[in-house]
């Protein structure tokens, strides 16, 4: 019987825990103020007010297209606005909101399927 190989993890940045309000990743390096992320980099983000999110905020995401913005609201689950959902959608981009905690569980599940997928994580 042929021994069982694993396949090689998925390129990119994964959260590998939390630190106060931010994400540790894998590096060791923290992002406190929110956390923006492609399939192949992490980048640290101001993040603003959820209820101030704008496409705007996430456009660096969206090029090239993903499968789906993740979206962290922080500690809590919270609703973006209705105007910054519906202009991702317009671009073909569905959005899956989530607290921030989960949202970044969720996103090492994925990146491990090799989904090539965004996310943008509010502070804790």
Same mark, same amino acid.
Request: hydrophobic share 40%; no cysteine; charged share 20%.
């Given at each position: 019987m042929p021994a069982? *190989?694993? *396949?090689? @993890?998925? /390129? /990119? #940045?994964i959260v590998r825990g939390f630190a106060g309000r931010g994400f540790?990743? %894998? =590096? =060791?390096?923290?992002?406190?103020? $929110?956390?923006?992320?492609t399939w192949e980099r992490a980048t640290a983000?101001?993040?603003? @007010? +959820?209820d101030a999110l704008t496409e705007a905020d996430v456009a660096a995401?969206? !090029? @090239?297209? #993903?499968?789906?913005?993740?979206? %962290?609201? $922080?500690?809590?689950? &919270? &609703?973006p606005p209705a105007a910054f959902t519906a202009a991702l959608e317009a671009r073909d981009v569905g959005v *899956? !909101?989530? =607290?921030?905690r989960a949202a970044a569980r969720l996103w090492? !599940? +994925?990146? $491990?399927e090799g989904r090539q997928i965004v996310a943008a994580l509010l502070p804790l």
């Open positions: 069982l *190989e694993r *396949e090689p @993890p998925a /390129g /990119g #940045p540790r990743l %894998g =590096d =060791d390096a923290i992002y406190p103020d $929110g956390l923006l992320m983000w101001t993040a603003p @007010p +959820l995401l969206l !090029v @090239p297209p #993903p499968e789906f913005l993740l979206l %962290g609201t $922080g500690p809590s689950l &919270r &609703r *899956e !909101v989530m =607290d921030s090492g !599940v +994925l990146r $491990g």
